[in-house]
């Protein structure tokens, strides 16, 4: 569908049009009263309208084009399940139009007001990311608020829809589920992909096995993420991983990823692959049942001290193999924690919620977003800059969504902010 069709749907859905003198091609008197329920699918565009024509009110589908011949053109004319449109809406009248029954049916110009079209190529054809915002701190704070409420909401149920696409994948399991998610966002965007694929050649139920053992369970992760096979390496804890991994290799069947994936260029000591590996290996050594034990957890500040489980001594000392440094703990810093929260344990609540029909879990949820200060990047400084300030995590991950779904796709006719700017 082209941008100007776009505009017909947008400006029919908002009754942006003048609704005065309406009538059909042959001169009957139009009253629209219900314009109908958008339809995004196939089918006509817009279902159980209500209109009257002269002194009838039709119940039944409205179809919209730029031209009537479109009508012909997209084989309606043809097809039985468009005998249900009651009014066919155009932009420019070429011809009349006939249903699959041959019944004519009823057409009505449309005009787009000039202000609205002019407020639409102006989004459209912006340049900035942001399409709109020079318009944005002459928005109502009401109506940006009551928005952001929709998007945070609506971000949550798209990482709910990738959750339920790992529970398909893995026969319902919400321990793996979590657990794929979890090792993915220890990669924190950078190494997201390697980490994730770490998870999946290692099955989390290999890892419960042994979580009396922190060494093996450390062991089984660097030894799958392909960090065992450096052969200069010679400390004695480097060797004694390599050592137990190879039983356990054997063991299990298992066949590592390739080292060389992970990134280390521009990345601070304390954030290096190796330090996340081992960092998850101690939570996932002390979490037994990893989701089960996230569920268990109520209290927010509970659940951000489950996440900060200490590594192993020799991590302590070092920050790679091999290379002895300074003593220092190598918890999750604060900003690094929010992540974890906002990305995994937040989505994965909600999801959860969701699937059994336990509005805790949502409310939950969405309490831990609402308990997080707001992201700092470049997406939520952008709106920052432009009068757009988020109050908690809960609004910077609606302006992410804002932005990746609405800004950059430049669907300006589905935002609420658009429509402000549009209606004017």
């Given amino acids: 569908m082209t941008h100007s069709e776009y505009l017909l749907h947008y400006v029919w859905k908002f009754r942006l049009f003048n609704q005065t003198n309406l009538q059909t091609l042959d001169g009957k008197k139009i009253e629209v009263i219900d ?122 149920e798209r990482k709910t829809n990738d959750i339920f696409t790992h529970l398909e994948r893995f026969n319902n399991s ?5 657990y794929v998610l979890l090792a993915r966002n220890y990669g924190f965007g950078l190494n997201s992909d390697e980490f994730e694929r770490l998870a999946l050649s290692l099955p989390f139920n290999h890892i419960q096995r ?16 392909g960090m065992l096979n450096d052969d200069s390496v ?35 000591p304390n954030a290096f692959p190796q330090v996340r590996i081992a960092q998850l290996a101690a ?13 268990e957890k109520e209290d927010y500040k509970q659940l951000r001290l489950h996440f900060q489980a200490e590594t192993s001594i020799y991590w302590q000392t070092h920050y790679s193999f091999g290379k002895e440094s ?10 690094s924690l929010n992540i974890i929260l906002i990305n995994t344990v937040a989505p994965i ?22 308990s997080i200060k707001p992201e700092r990047n470049v997406i939520v400084n952008e709106f920052k800059e432009n009068g757009v300030v988020p109050v908690h995590a ?10 990746k779904e609405y800004c950059d796709k430049r669907k300006c006719l589905y935002c609420k902010i658009g429509y402000q700017i549009l209606a004017r």
């Avoid at 995004?40 to 565009?45: E, F, I, L």
């Avoid at 999801?351 to 805790?360: C, F, I, N, S, V």
Wanted: aromatic share 10%.
């Fill in 35 to 156: 314009t109908g329920i958008h339809n995004t699918d196939a089918g006509p565009d817009f279902f159980n309208a209500k209109i009257k024509i002269d002194d009838k009110v039709w119940a039944g589908n409205v179809e919209i084009h730029q031209s009537s011949d479109d009508w012909n053109k997209h084989g309606h004319h043809t097809d039985k399940n468009y005998n249900s449109v009651i009014l066919h809406v155009v932009e420019t009248v070429k011809s009349e139009v006939k249903n699959q029954k041959g019944l004519l049916v009823p057409q009505m110009k449309l005009t787009v007001p000039d202000n609205v079209r002019k407020n639409t190529e102006y989004l459209l054809n912006s340049v900035s990311n942001i399409p709109c915002k020079n318009h944005l701190p002459e928005i109502e704070k009401k109506i940006v608020n009551s928005w952001l409420s929709v998007l945070g909401i609506e971000r949550l």
């Fill in 326 to 335: 300074k003593k220092t703990d190598k918890y999750l810093g604060d900003s």
């Fill in 174 to 178: 919400w321990e793996q589920s979590f």
């Fill in 234 to 268: 010679l400390d004695d804890y480097y060797l004694q991983l390599r050592k137990e991994y190879d039983f356990l290799r054997y063991k299990y069947h298992l066949k590592s990823i390739d080292g060389f994936l992970f990134k280390k260029l521009r990345v601070r």
């Fill in 349 to 370: 609540l909600f999801a959860y919620g969701r699937k059994t029909d336990q509005e805790k879990f949502c409310d939950r949820a969405l309490h831990i977003l609402e």
């Fill in 394 to 403: 809960f609004d910077s991950q609606a302006l992410i969504q804002l932005r």
């Fill in 283 to 295: 939570l996932l050594q002390q979490s037994g049942r990893l989701f089960s034990s996230i569920l």
């Fill in 210 to 225: 042994h979580s009396d053992s922190l060494f093996q369970v450390e062991a089984l992760l660097f030894g799958q993420a």
